[in-house]
Structures are given as structure tokens and as C-alpha cells.
């Protein structure tokens, strides 16, 4: 047991020679996990809808890392393989994969249109099912890959206008899952983030509603709002080996919202 204690170091925590892929990793949290798994030594795929990189580009850059962009509509099922394709293309190998990309519509129920219902399960839920199978595909071929899902908390609770949203975030933390206890055998992990009330632009309608916003920040036991800076840390750890034994596991980084 001595000689097990004394292997651990701070190096289970680096990323030096993993690949990661990250979607939606140009802005927001995405841009937070990028550059966090870059600072951990990393090179990064990263997947966008836009083309307005070139921020994220020289924070990755800034760390001494290799950042390649691929613009794509992941709601499209048919982009999948080209993703995966194209990362092994420049890389050679996928380490880690970051199911960031996501969006919320809101709306009343009675009101809740269908095309806005599709737009959301369709990129919430059903890229991160099958991006994360192709992925599977590679890992378990090498034995070894992480792959984090983002959750939510309404991954936990129903909230209010976002019917799809908390569908497909209660849906991916099953994912998380039910692929946990398939691929745990071949040593890939998937666990997910699951972040409280953080300042994106996602969040920006809230925060605009100054009453709403009060009463959110009421309710969080830390007292404020987290930023992106708040989700690195996470990222970090469950794209490393010093998170091997973790396997289906929501880690909520929520300033203690659900502990209330």
C-alpha cells in the first residue's frame, strides 16, 4: 500500500501528448474547458458552428499547444463521421472528448413551437449520443479515452419555458450513464459537468431580468454567479488519470445550489 501512495503525483493531473476534442469550444464555457485542457498540456480539436476562433486560437497558441478548428452543424447527424474523421486526420488519436455544444430556447409550454423542440433535442442530446459512439469507436480500439458530457442542473430539476432543454439534460446524464457501463471494461470513462447559473450568453436573458436574477443569486449558497474560470478546474480533472476510477458520475459545480 506505501509504494501504491507514494506513485501519486501532481502528474496524474497533466495532459501532456492527449488530444481532446471540445464542441462548441469558442466561446463560453467551451472556450473555458479548451483552454483549461490546453493549460494541462493538451492539443485541441474544436468543433464550432461559426468561424470565430481566432481568440480561442491565441489563448490555446498562448499555451504552447496546436489548435485545429472544424466549422460544423452538429445537429446534423451526417457531420458526425467527418468530425472524428478529421481529427484522426491531423492528430492520429482521440484522448478526450468534451460534449459542450448546446442551446436553449425559451418559451411557455402551451406556446412551445415544435421546431424550436427539435432544434434543441437535436443538438443537445442527439449529437451528443452519436458523436460520443463514433468516439467510443476509437477509444475502445485503443483501450483508454475520456469522454465528459455537460449536463446541467436542470439535469436534476424541471425548471421553467425550457421543456426540451431539461429533457435533453436529464437525457444526458443517462447517457452518461448507461455509456459508462458499457465501455468501463475497454478503460474509457464518461462522467459529466454538470455547471450552475454561469455568466454566458445563454444566461444573458436572465441576467437581464434583474428580479429573476436576484432571486437566483438568493438561492445560491456562495452567493454569486459563477464564470468560466469556475468549470476549468473540473474539466481538467475528468480528462486525467487522476479521475480513472470515476465512471457515470455528475459532478455538479454549482456553488451549492443543490445542496439547498
Known sequence: MT?????FSLDYFSLKGKVAIVTGGNKGIGQGFAVALAKAGADLFIVTHGREWDETRELIE????????FQADLSKREVIVDVVAACKQAYGHIDILVNNAGTIRRAPLVEYKQEDWDAVMDLNLNSVYFLSQEVAKVM?????????????MLSFQGGKF??????????????????????AQYGVQINAIAPGYVETANTAPIRGDEERKKEITARIPAGYWA?????????VFLASKASDYMN????????????R
Open 162 to 183: 425550457v421543456p426540451p432543454y431539461t429533457a435533453s439534460k436529464h437525457a444526458v446524464a443517462g447517457l452518461t450513464r448507461a455509456f459508462a457501463n458499457e465501455l
Open 248 to 259: 457515470g458520475h455528475i459532478l455538479a459545480v454549482d456553488g451549492g445550489w443543490l445542496a
Open 62 to 69: 498562448k499555451e504552447g499547444r496546436r489548435a485545429e478548428f
Open 3 to 7: 509504494s501504491q501512495l507514494t506513485d
Open 227 to 235: 464564470t468560466p474560470v469556475d468549470m476549468m478546474g473540473s474539466v
Open 140 to 152: 475502445v480500439e485503443q483501450k483508454s479515452g475520456k469522454i465528459i458530457n455537460v449536463a446541467s
